[in-house]
């Protein structure tokens, strides 16, 4: 173990201690048992490297030898195990969990989060800016707050894939946009992941008259240089609520623009030979355009940036309704017609109208219809579904009801409310959604094209 490390880090006393791991189980039969270890022992580096986070600790357990320096609770030993273990042996710890994160220090001309209106839920306005999340959980990062030493990390424990928000490699104009003194080192950072092995995805916020046009196509094509380590970049309109007073002036887009901007992303694609640059679907919807197949979209590794989200949704309903099981009039019937309600935001009316005329081709007894919810609680620029709130749907379902009269079920997409929960970003949750509307049979799809045609093929 390299001491001239380990004790470096003792003498920076405050972050040693915030970076200890805490043991709260210890499994039987494991190395840790074997060496001594119990439950309130801190765990302090591996191979000297300070144990920052579970990452190092999920790292070294794929490694057959290292050194481990843990603390004993009583806080007065300190003891260095080597380690030499089969890659299938466990180490068997379980820690406390950490849960802080690094949060962003910019304040970008862009920033939705500043364009958040008051009294929401306090994880809406939580600013995240940590690598970590973006390597586990697929979060868009700025790099403005990671120190040599935290890049170094990021290699040393191939923390990969990362997802990078670059916006611009002009290191002028990212301090400008990013409003950070620290912005401008993307172009060295971006450069180091890659040459350390590093795959990244990178993200562009486009804001007209700034990081767009012959700016974009520099950015572009200064980080197709490291392809394919980068692996591609995410071209993305700015969202604009209307709760913008006082913020940087940031023109919406319409359609003259996005196809310009959709022209220029072909001719930067055709340039490299690959598809690099994926477009936002929003840029199609204002566009008037075809969306591009879904093969365009590789493994759909941009997925969760609502990149190629559309394409994707539009294989999977047409693939499982032609995987419906048929009679001889090539129909698959429904034992009990039914009137169906599918709620979208503007942008995804015109593809929903399109898939559901095929679905009520290959049902029969399906009625179904789109419901379009004008965003009136962001604003009336906000078009995507998945920024909906229950205030609108449930307003939205009311008027529809009054004016074309009963249904028999309404269809919500998944996105609409947090992940493991049913609650919108307006606070109101699904249950709260039904009582007022004075309706139950409100299905939420969460399995894509799949669970689409699911739903709208069964009577619940």
């Given at each position: 173990m390299?001491?001239?490390?380990?004790?470096?880090?003792?003498?920076?006393?405050k972050?040693?201690?915030?970076?200890?791991?805490k043991?709260?189980?210890?499994?039987?039969?494991?190395?840790?048992?074997?060496?001594g270890?119990?439950?309130?022992?801190?765990?302090?580096?591996?191979?000297?490297?300070?144990?920052?986070?579970?990452?190092?600790?999920?790292?070294?357990?794929?490694?057959?030898s290292?050194?481990?320096?843990?603390r004993?609770?009583?806080?007065?030993?300190?003891?260095?195990?080597?380690?030499?273990?089969?890659e299938?042996?466990?180490?068997?710890l379980?820690?406390e969990?950490?849960t802080?994160?690094?949060?962003?220090?910019?304040?970008?001309?862009f920033?939705?989060?500043?364009?958040?209106p008051?009294?929401?839920?306090?994880?809406l306005?939580?600013?995240?800016?940590?690598?970590?999340?973006?390597?586990?959980?697929?979060?868009?990062?700025t790099?403005?707050?990671?120190?040599?030493?935290?890049?170094?990390?990021?290699?040393?424990?191939?923390?990969s894939?990362?997802?990078?928000?670059?916006?611009?490699?002009?290191?002028?104009?990212?301090?400008?946009?990013?409003?950070?003194?620290?912005?401008?080192?993307?172009r060295?950072?971006?450069?180091?992941?890659?040459?350390?092995?590093?795959?990244?995805?990178?993200?562009?916020?486009i804001?007209?008259?700034?990081?767009?046009?012959?700016?974009?196509a520099?950015?572009?094509?200064?980080?197709f240089?490291?392809?394919?380590?980068?692996?591609?970049?995410?071209?993305?309109?700015t969202?604009?609520t209307?709760y913008?007073?006082g913020?940087y002036?940031?023109?919406?887009?319409?359609?003259e623009?996005?196809?310009?901007?959709?022209?220029l992303?072909?001719?930067l694609?055709?340039?490299?030979?690959?598809?690099?640059?994926l477009p936002?679907?929003?840029?199609?919807?204002?566009?008037?355009?075809?969306f591009?197949?879904?093969?365009?979209?590789g493994?759909?590794?941009?997925?969760?940036?609502?990149i190629?989200?559309?394409?994707?949704?539009?294989q999977e309903?047409?693939a499982?309704?032609?995987?419906?099981?048929?009679?001889?009039?090539?129909?698959?019937?429904?034992?009990?017609?039914?009137?169906?309600?599918?709620?979208?935001?503007?942008?995804?009316?015109?593809?929903?109208?399109?898939?559901?005329?095929?679905?009520?081709?290959?049902?029969?007894?399906?009625?179904?219809?789109?419901?379009?919810?004008?965003?009136?609680?962001?604003?009336?620029?906000?078009?995507?579904?998945?920024?909906?709130?229950?205030?609108d749907?449930?307003?939205?379902l009311q008027?529809?009801?009054?004016?074309?009269g009963?249904?028999?079920?309404?269809?919500l997409a998944?996105?609409?409310?947090?992940?493991?929960?049913?609650?919108?970003l307006?606070?109101?949750?699904?249950?709260?959604?039904?009582?007022?509307?004075?309706?139950?049979?409100i299905?939420?799809n969460?399995?894509?094209?799949y669970?689409f045609?699911?739903?709208?093929?069964?009577?619940?």
């Open positions: 390299p001491e001239s490390r380990f004790f470096l880090y003792k003498s920076e006393k972050r040693y201690n915030k970076a200890m791991l043991v709260t189980k210890v499994k039987r039969g494991s190395i840790a048992k074997e060496l270890i119990e439950a309130g022992d801190f765990v302090l580096s591996f191979d000297g490297y300070l144990a920052e986070d579970e990452l190092d600790y999920l790292y070294y357990c794929t490694q057959p290292f050194s481990l320096t843990v004993d609770k009583s806080g007065e030993g300190e003891h260095t195990f080597e380690v030499e273990k089969e299938s042996e466990e180490l068997g379980e820690f969990k950490n802080s994160i690094r949060t962003c220090h910019n304040h970008c001309v920033c939705f989060v500043d364009q958040m008051k009294g929401m839920r306090e994880s306005y939580v600013k995240d800016d940590d690598y970590c999340m973006s390597f586990s959980c697929g979060n868009f990062v790099l403005t707050n990671l120190s040599d030493e935290g890049l170094e990390r990021i290699i040393r424990l191939k923390l894939p990362i997802y990078v928000s670059v916006h611009t490699t002009n290191p002028e104009l990212r301090v400008k946009m990013l409003r950070n003194r620290f912005a401008g080192k993307i060295e950072q971006i450069k180091k992941l890659a040459e350390g092995g590093i795959e990244i995805h990178c993200q562009a916020v804001v007209p008259n700034m990081n767009d046009q012959e700016e974009f520099r950015t572009a094509r200064e980080l240089a490291y392809y394919p380590n980068v692996k591609d970049v995410a071209a993305v309109p969202g604009i209307k913008r007073d913020l002036p940031i023109p919406d887009v319409d359609g623009y996005s196809a310009k901007f959709l022209d992303v072909d001719a694609n055709k340039e490299f030979g690959v598809n690099f640059i936002a679907d929003e840029y199609f919807v204002k566009a008037g355009r075809e591009k197949p879904a093969s365009f979209y493994e759909f590794e941009q997925i969760e940036n609502g190629g989200m559309t394409s994707k949704f539009v309903t047409l499982a309704l032609e995987e419906l099981p048929v009679g001889k009039d090539r129909v698959f019937s429904l034992k009990k017609p039914k009137r169906t309600v599918v709620v979208s935001g503007v942008s995804a009316e015109r593809i929903n109208r399109t898939l559901l005329k095929k679905a009520e081709e290959k049902i029969g007894g399906l009625q179904a219809d789109v419901l379009p919810v004008v965003n009136e609680f962001f604003g009336e620029t906000v078009t995507c579904t998945g920024l909906l709130t229950g205030v749907i449930l307003s939205a008027t529809y009801r009054a004016e074309k009963d249904f028999d079920e309404v269809v998944g996105n609409t409310m947090k992940e493991f929960e049913d609650v919108f307006c606070g109101m949750r699904l249950s709260e959604l039904k009582k007022k509307l004075g309706f139950k049979n299905r939420v969460r399995g894509g094209g669970g045609v699911e739903i709208l093929s069964t009577k619940k």
